[in-house]
C-alpha cells in the first residue's frame, strides 16, 4: 500500500515560516511526481507546487517568490518551505503523488495563519 505521511503543520503568525514534509512508502515505481495541494473551508482543492523526478517546478501564483518545493528522492521525501506566510495561506495542506496515472494523497496537515 502506498501511504503518504505529513507533518510540519501549525499556528504562524503573518509573515512567519513553516516547513512541511511528506514522505511516501510502498511506492514500487521510482518516477513520479509530488506535490502540494491546499484546501481552505467551502474552497475546491486547489494546486500549491509540484515537483518531478527531474526537478522541474510548478507553483500557483498566489505563492510564486515565497513558497519552495523540493524533494530527496532517496528518502521519498517531498518538502515545501512556506515564508512570508498571509492569512490566505490558511488551509488544509494535502500531499500528492502521482505515478503511472494514478494518484494519492495524505491525510492532510492544517496550516493556520493568524495574529
Known amino acids: 500500500q502506498v501511504q503518504l505521511v505529513e507533518s510540519g503543520g501549525g499556528l504562524v503568525q503573518p509573515g512567519g515560516s513553516l516547513r512541511l514534509s511528506c514522505a511516501a512508502s510502498?511506492?514500487?515505481?521510482?518516477?513520479?511526481?509530488m506535490g502540494w495541494y491546499r484546501q481552505a473551508p467551502g474552497k475546491q482543492r486547489a494546486l500549491v507546487a509540484t515537483?518531478?523526478?527531474?526537478?522541474?517546478?510548478i507553483y500557483a501564483d498566489s505563492v510564486k517568490g515565497r513558497f519552495t518545493i523540493s524533494r530527496d528522492n532517496a528518502k521519498n521525501t517531498v518538502y515545501l518551505q512556506m515564508n512570508s506566510l498571509k492569512p490566505e495561506d490558511t488551509a488544509v495542506y494535502y500531499c500528492?503523488?502521482?505515478?503511472?496515472?494514478?494518484?494519492?494523497w495524505g491525510q492532510g496537515t492544517q496550516v493556520t495563519v493568524s495574529s
Open positions: 510502498g511506492l514500487i515505481f521510482n518516477i513520479y511526481t
Open positions: 500528492h503523488v502521482k505515478v503511472m496515472g494514478m494518484t494519492y
Open positions: 515537483i518531478t523526478n527531474g526537478g522541474n517546478t
